[in-house]
């Protein structure tokens, strides 16, 4: 018996010297080879935990449906006529809400250990945070997709096509990649999981609800209505409703990519000056 | 002069009002295994981490392959590997696709990552298990994924956080034998452990850290000489008996006996030996029955003890 025990011993550490020397390293991967690798482990993540997409898929559509029904009438007189109004919202709304859940996935990421190692890689340093970014993007798109064929079933007809739903949708995951670097800050900053989703939580509820989302602002008291001109969203919501109806965008579309450059600016930097050292 | 893998002066961490890691030298030679020997909370971790680049020194230097941890952290990152409580592989996927993860992040593309990565699943036996999720791996097999996940790359020098912390005895037999594999391919090996046994088995040097700061430094007889060449060892068998049995002990022997975590347990440094029958004669005298009287070489336990006061495992709550 120990006689086959230290035979075994013998022949796993010969295994494990030649599986050492046969290697020959390979040149160092570009930037986007490493962030494109992360994004498919956050893919093949989705392969085993299928229920990550429980909040991309039922999510949207139960805000559609609740938002159109529960207001279509007092707002615009019925849910038909409602609905070509708050569809581009609405898909902003839903996309825009689920980005937080990205700050959380990565806590996690960071007390499991995961992220330690990948830190501790020769790669490009933000290639784990855009990947996963890249990853949520991918979600975020099954998110609109869904959103959007809900809108079609109870009665959406954009007037701007496939094309101009296909661009208001590409505007919103370029603004919520360029949101998710707050959640990546944060989630570095803060301890636990929960922390991140109510800091997150707290900071969309004015964006996403102090908006053009829902209602005219026209009808809004006047305070509500200073903020809900300042609110990056409300731009996005206008730069969308008009991409979607068919209508040429006005300064609202440059405003929104103006705002996501920022939003990477800063908190992409911040991100990553905590990224050396995170708690 | 022998090539230095790390070498640090006043390496200081500070977290709040602990000084975590508080002005470590260090000057370790290439090659074999270093073993950096603590309890809990004392900071082996903390310095593990500076070294691997995760964190950031507060104050002072370190050099990992020649290379400074803060200025050069990309040069070091491309030579070390790191495995241990803080950096693991990611439990909802399959053993070979986290292999695969990490060769693609080295450049390896497609076909070859694939083939590196069961070249070592064979080699760390885990071919059965290549399809399954890591959550559902054992203990064992979980610390081999994680070292197979840093040899990917051969490393120059690999540290090892804490790699045998849960492991049954036969698990851990089977990652002392891949650290000697290692070893003998000719990677440094920086082992942080807190099993005195672990760090007499495999270890060439041992640092003994305690509350931030190197304590002691050798080879694991250099410490154990330089608590005394010999060592007495008296367990009573009724816990009642050992202060009884501490007093005679200390009056016969001229010595002052320290206690272990063992309630029944007295230990203490001799350098004489000449009393020791009469003490013997005079614990029977007094009734107090022994379990153990023996003279021998004392451990890395009792070395810990001498140089700190306190025995080894006493922190552990407190981490």
């Known amino acids: 018996m120990s006689t086959t025990t230290a035979q075994e011993a013998e022949l796993r550490t010969d295994a494990i010297a030649s599986a050492l020397t046969s290697v020959t390293r390979p040149a160092r991967p570009s930037a986007l080879a490493t962030s494109v690798t992360f994004g498919w482990r956050a893919l ?88 996963m970014l890249l990853g949520d993007a991918v979600r975020f798109m099954v998110a609109s997709i869904i959103t959007a064929l809900v809108c079609l079933a109870i009665g959406w007809r954009p007037a701007g096509g496939v094309a101009g739903v296909a661009a208001g949708i590409a505007l919103v995951l370029v603004f919520a990649f360029s949101l998710g670097w707050i959640w990546t800050f944060l989630s570095l900053i803060l301890r636990t999981p929960q922390a991140i989703m109510g800091v997150a939580g707290f900071t969309l509820m004015p964006l996403l609800f102090g908006s053009n989302i829902f209602v005219d602002p026209s009808t809004m008291p006047g305070w509500l209505q200073a903020w809900v001109d300042v609110n990056p969203v409300s731009d996005l919501v206008t730069a969308v409703r008009a991409l979607m109806d068919g209508i040429s965008p006005g300064g609202e579309v440059a405003i929104s990519l103006a705002w996501s450059a920022g939003l990477v600016a800063v908190f992409g930097s911040l991100t990553m000056w905590k990224y050396r050292d995170p708690r | 002069m022998t090539e230095l893998v790390i070498e640090t002066a006043g390496l200081t961490k500070v977290y709040g009002d602990t000084r975590a890691v508080d002005g470590i030298d260090l000057a370790i030679p290439r090659g074999g295994v270093h073993g950096f020997l603590g309890p809990n909370g004392a900071g082996k971790t903390t310095a593990i981490r500076m070294f691997a680049t995760l964190i950031r020194p507060d104050a002072g230097h370190a050099r990992v392959l020649g290379h400074d941890i803060v200025r050069a952290a990309d040069e070091v990152r491309s030579k070390v590997s790191l495995t241990g409580q803080f950096a693991s592989v990611d439990e909802d996927l399959s053993g070979r696709e986290n292999l695969r993860l990490i060769a693609k992040l080295f450049g390896f593309r497609g076909a070859a990552a694939t083939r590196r990565a069961d070249e070592l699943l064979g080699a760390f036996g885990l071919d059965d298990a290549a399809d399954r999720q890591v959550k559902k791996y054992s203990g064992g097999m979980r610390r081999r994924i994680d070292i197979a996940a840093s040899l990917v790359v051969s490393p120059e020098l690999l540290f090892l956080d804490e790699p045998t912390t849960g492991l049954d005895p036969r698990a851990r037999n089977e990652v002392w034998d891949i650290i000697r594999a290692l070893v003998r391919h000719g990677t440094t090996v920086m082992l942080t452990t807190q099993y005195l046994d672990e760090a007499d088995q495999l270890a060439d040097r041992i640092s003994v850290i305690d509350h931030g700061r190197i304590i002691a430094e050798g080879t694991s007889s250099e410490l154990k000489a330089s608590v005394g060449s010999g060592t007495l060892h008296v367990r009573v068998m009724r816990r009642q008996d050992r202060d009884a049995a501490r007093d005679i002990l200390a009056r016969e022997l001229g010595i002052e006996l320290g206690t272990t975590h063992d309630p029944q347990a007295l230990v203490a440094g001799l350098e004489d030996r000449s009393g020791v029958t009469r003490a013997l004669a005079a614990l029977e005298q007094a009734h107090i029955e022994l379990a153990q009287f023996s003279l021998g070489q004392p451990t890395l336990d009792e070395v810990f003890l001498a140089l700190t006061g306190r025995p080894a495992e006493d922190e552990e709550e407190a981490a």
């Open chain 1, 44 to 131: 093949l993540k989705i392969k085993h935990v299928p229920e990550q997409l429980f909040d991309v898929t039922v999510f949207p559509v139960m805000m559609t449906l609740l938002f159109t029904y529960l207001f279509g009438g007092a707002i615009a007189g019925s849910p038909a006529d409602y609905i070509a109004y708050i569809a581009p919202g609405v898909l902003v709304q839903s996309v825009l809400f689920i980005t937080m859940y990205t700050g959380s996935n990565l806590r996690t990421d960071i007390d499991r250990g995961v992220f330690d190692r990948f830190r501790s890689l020769p790669i490009w340093r933000p290639s784990p945070l855009v990947g």
